[in-house]
């Protein structure tokens, strides 16, 4: 069983930073992916990022490629996601997410971080 928290997300205004982190618990991380999210209102959850935490691979959605950064400390069982640059489209609830590796995808899911960049 994984239980996974997201933390880090508020207002900020465009062009501006602000870094997420999601903490994991239960099962160990080590041989998992660990990926991040984002819903906005009225639309389709977006793949952001992920990170395979063995090989420390990493992956970005185009709209964020260049500008958010995926990692994780193994010793407490956290990723995060520094995000720069933000523009009124990063607005959304993001969401941490864990792939255990057994074909099923991503099943295990925090609650969500709203993020809101204004203008």
């Known amino acids: 069983q994984v239980q996974l928290v997201e933390s880090g997300g508020g207002l900020v205004e465009a062009g501006g930073s602000l870094r997420l982190s999601c903490a994991a618990s239960?099962?160990?991380?080590?041989?998992?992916?660990m990926g991040w999210f984002r819903e906005a209102p009225g639309k389709e959850r977006e793949f952001v990022a992920d990170?395979?935490?063995?090989?420390?691979?990493?992956r970005y959605g185009d709209s964020v490629k260049g500008r958010f950064t995926i990692s994780g400390d193994k010793s407490k069982n956290t990723v995060y996601l520094q995000m720069n640059s933000l523009n009124f489209e990063d607005t959304a609830v993001y969401y941490c997410?864990?792939?255990?590796?057994?074909?099923?995808?991503?099943?295990?899911w925090g609650q969500g971080t709203q993020v809101t960049v204004s203008a």
């Open positions: 997410a864990a792939d255990a590796q057994t074909g099923r995808g991503y099943v295990y």
């Open positions: 239960g099962r160990t991380l080590s041989r998992y992916s």
């Open positions: 990170i395979f935490w063995s090989s420390g691979n990493t």
